[in-house]
């Protein structure tokens, strides 16, 4: 989830999270972030920018998420997924 062949460890006093497939995804882990107040910068990928500024979103084009380095550690512990229960329900079921 951390890793990515051909990105910048740092970018504009940030250090490199992870990278998100669209502005969807970029927009639900920056605002967990913020909310547990970790500032993010976003780096896009190609015309990521210009296809967010001009449709309102980017679906095509990953982005990359940089943090503060002092927060790194925390910021990885936030967004680590955790699996819902009702997954593991739904898993059980269609096993049988």
């Known amino acids: 989830m951390f890793e990515r062949e051909g990105h ?3 970018w504009r006093d940030g250090v490199y999270l992870t990278t998100a497939e669209n502005s969807i995804e970029a927009d639900i ?3 967990k972030l913020n909310s547990e107040g970790i500032p993010t ?5 190609g015309a990521g920018n210009a296809m967010e500024i001009i449709m309102g ?3 095509n084009f990953p982005i990359d ?3 503060p380095e002092t927060a790194l550690e925390d910021a990885r512990n ?7 229960e009702t997954d593991a329900a739904f ?3 269609n096993d049988q």
């Not at 910068?41 to 990928?45: E, L, T, V």
């Open 65 to 67: 998420l940089y943090v």
């Open 41 to 45: 910068i976003r780096r896009y990928g």
């Open 91 to 93: 898993e059980d079921e």
């Open 57 to 59: 979103m980017n679906s």
């Open 29 to 31: 882990l920056e605002s």
């Open 78 to 84: 936030i967004i680590v997924p955790e699996p819902l």
């Open 8 to 10: 910048k460890d740092t």
